[in-house]
C-alpha cells in the first residue's frame, strides 16, 4: 500500500514512522526541504534509540527507513492509495491543499485529515469526489500513542470507513469511531479536567499545585490538569476550548478561562517556554515559591469528585448524542489521554445515583447552565441501570 503524507512535522512525521513500520510504502511531502531534513534526521534518532533499548535490530531500522521517500512536490503523491494530511489547523487551507491533490490522484484513492477539531464535512465539501475524504485524528506522539480517532463525513462512503477501520488495525492501533462533531471524542470530554480544574483554581478554592496533587494522588491520574496543560502548551490548549465552545454554539460547559487566556498572551506557554503554571529547570517543573502543593483529604477528595463528575457529566452525554458507543468512549480516554479508567466504567462504579447527585448539587450551588446534568444520567437512575459496553 502507498500512503502520502502531507506534511513533516512532528504529528506527519510520527505517522509516517507508524505506516512504514506497518510494511506501506510512505511519501512524506512538505513545502519546505529543511522540515523534511529536519524529520529524516529525527526518525534516525528515534530508530537508534529503539535499537539500544532491544526493540528493533539494524535490519528493522533500514527497512522502516527504506519504506519512506522524502518529496518536495504535492503531485508526487499521485500514486498514493491513502493521503494524510498533518498540516497547521486552518480549514481554508486544508480545503485548497486537497483540492490539489484530488486532481493528480485516483478516483479511489483516499483522502484523509488528522484535524483535531476542524469539520470532516467542510473539508469533504470543497471535493469533486468527497464520499473518499474521512478523518483520522492521531495522537502525539503517534508512534508511541495507540488511540486513533476515525471520524467520517456525512459524505464518506461505507467503503471508505471501513477500509479505513481496516488499516488503522493493521498498523496496530486501537481505532474508534466518532460522529463528525466538534473535538470528537477525546477533545470534547476532557474538556472539564482542565476547565473544571481552572474554575477551582479561579475561585480561589484550592491552588494549581494542590488540584494536580488531589488528581494524581486520589484520582490516579498520570498528570495533573495544570500539569498537563504546561505539557501541551497553554496557547494550544487554549485555541482548542475556545474552538470547541465557539463550535457548540456558545455552551457554557465549554467555556474557555481568562487565566489560561492572560498565560498564553504573556508568551507563558508552559514547557516549551520554561513558565507556565509551573516554573521548569532541566525540563521538570517546579512549583512557584508561595504555591502550597498539599492538600487535606477532605478538599483533596471534594476536587477529585467534582472534576470526574463534570468527566462523567460529558461522557455520559457524549453518549446519549450518539456521538460514539460508550465502549469507544471508555477507550478513547484510556487509551487518547491515558485516564486510569473509562469514564463510564467509572460512573458505574460511583453509582449514577451519585453523579446526578454530584451535578444537582453543582446546579444547586452555582445555577449555571454549565451544571445541567445529562438526560442520559437522570434517565439510568430512574430505572436503576448502568453503561453497558
Known amino acids: 500500500m502507498k500512503v502520502g503524507i502531507i506534511g513533516a512535522g512532528t504529528m506527519g512525521s510520527g505517522i509516517a514512522q507508524v505506516a512504514a513500520t506497518a510494511g506501506c510504502k510512505v511519501m512524506l511531502y512538505d513545502t519546505q526541504q529543511t522540515a523534511l531534513d529536519k524529520s529524516k534526521a529525527k526518525l534516525e534518532k528515534v530508530l537508534a534509540r529503539l535499537i539500544e533499548k532491544g526493540r528493533i535490530d539494524e535490519t528493522e531500522k533500514s527497512r522502516i527507513q527504506g519504506n519512506?521517500?522524502?518529496?518536495?512536490a504535492l503531485k508526487d503523491l499521485a500514486t498514493a492509495n491513502l493521503t494524510i494530511e498533518a498540516i497547521v489547523e486552518n480549514l481554508e487551507i486544508k480545503r485548497k491543499v486537497f483540492q490539489e491533490l484530488e486532481s493528480y490522484q485516483a478516483k479511489d484513492a483516499i483522502i484523509a485529515s488528522n484535524t483535531s477539531s476542524l469539520s470532516i464535512a467542510s473539508i469533504a465539501a470543497s471535493l469533486e469526489n468527497p464520499e473518499r475524504v474521512i478523518g483520522i485524528h492521531f495522537f502525539n506522539p503517534a508512534p508511541l500513542m495507540p488511540l486513533v480517532e476515525i471520524i467520517p463525513a456525512i459524505q464518506t462512503s461505507k467503503e471508505v470507513q471501513?477500509?479505513?477501520?481496516?488499516?488503522?488495525?493493521?498498523w496496530k492501533k486501537v481505532g474508534v469511531l466518532a460522529k463528525d462533531t466538534p473535538g470528537f471524542i477525546v477533545n470534547r470530554v476532557a474538556r472539564p479536567f482542565y476547565g473544571e480544574a481552572l474554575r477551582i483554581y479561579e475561585e480561589g478554592k484550592a491552588s494549581f499545585a494542590e488540584i494536580d496533587r488531589a488528581m494524581k494522588e486520589l484520582g490516579g491520574f498520570r498528570m495533573g490538569p495544570f500539569e498537563l496543560m504546561d505539557f501541551i502548551g497553554n496557547d494550544v490548549n487554549y485555541t482548542v476550548t475556545e474552538t470547541v465552545f465557539k463550535e457548540f454554539y456558545y455552551d457554557p460547559r465549554y467555556k474557555p478561562s481568562f487565566t489560561q487566556k492572560r498565560l498564553s498572551e504573556a508568551g507563558y506557554l508552559g514547557r516549551k517556554t520554561g513558565k507556565g503554571f509551573y516554573n521548569y529547570k532541566d525540563g521538570k517543573p517546579v512549583t512557584p515559591s508561595g504555591v502550597e502543593g498539599s492538600f487535606n483529604d477532605?478538599?483533596?477528595?471534594?476536587?477529585l469528585d467534582r472534576i470526574l463528575v463534570m468527566l462523567i457529566n460529558e461522557a455520559a452525554d457524549?453518549?446519549?448524542?450518539?456521538?460514539?458507543?460508550?465502549k469507544d468512549i471508555d477507550l478513547a480516554m484510556t487509551k487518547g489521554v491515558n485516564y486510569p479508567?473509562?469514564?463510564l466504567t467509572w460512573a458505574n462504579e460511583k453509582g449514577i445515583d451519585?453523579?446526578?447527585n454530584q451535578m444537582d448539587a453543582l446546579y444547586?450551588?452555582?445555577h449555571e447552565d454549565r451544571y445541567r446534568c445529562s438526560p442520559l444520567l437522570r434517565k439510568m437512575e430512574k430505572e436503576n441501570t448502568n453503561f453497558n459496553f
Open 364 to 366: 444547586e450551588e452555582y
Open 162 to 170: 471501513e477500509k479505513m477501520v481496516k488499516i488503522i488495525a493493521d
Open 298 to 303: 477532605d478538599n483533596g477528595e471534594k476536587i
Open 341 to 343: 479508567k473509562g469514564l
Open 68 to 72: 519512506i521517500s522524502y518529496v518536495g
Open 354 to 356: 451519585w453523579c446526578v
Open 318 to 326: 457524549a453518549l446519549f448524542l450518539n456521538i460514539a458507543t460508550a
